[in-house]
């Protein structure tokens, strides 16, 4: 599976309990790149997509979404670890802004021990530069 995460310069995922990922722009980008494929949140995440969830049949929400979603599913992640989920990801695509905030969660993945496959920053909504990163193992 591939999973997407929005992450800050020092692999923040959340600060003072709020998600870094509600810029428009990066939605956008995630939505063309999980076309055709079905992207995975959990409820938490769903309120980001209220209008594209009523129109596009291939996002599914569920408490458990990393255990359902399958080998060429997306998953976008915001507030929970992926460790116990190692063995099934596959790639990894981080939407990075090039601030640091107070993280209440980092992402714990060691991306060292994988091998980035392409890099480009763009311009979002709420931050200048956006930087996306994906990563294969």
């Known amino acids: ?10 692999r923040g995922m959340s600060f ?23 992207l995975w949140m959990n409820p938490e995440s769903s309120d980001l997509f209220e ?4 129109n596009n049949g291939n996002i599914c929400v569920a408490q458990d979404f990393l255990e359902k979603a399958e080998k060429e599913d997306f998953c976008f992640v915001e507030n929970c670890g ?8 596959d790639r990894i695509v981080c939407y990075q802004w090039n601030r640091e905030y107070p993280s209440d969660l980092k992402l714990d993945v060691d991306l060292k021990k994988w091998r980035r496959i392409s890099k480009r920053d763009f311009e979002g909504n709420s931050h200048k530069k956006i930087t996306e990163e994906v990563w294969d193992r």
Do not use: F
Request: hydrophobic content about 30%; charged content about 45%; some cysteine.
């Open 1 to 10: 599976m591939t999973v997407i995460v929005c992450i800050d310069k020092k």
């Open 16 to 38: 003072n309990h709020r998600r870094q990922s509600s810029d428009r722009k990066v939605r956008e980008e995630m939505l063309k790149l999980c076309e055709g494929k079905r």
């Open 51 to 54: 209008e594209e969830i009523e």
């Open 82 to 89: 992926l460790k116990p989920y190692m063995k099934k990801m």
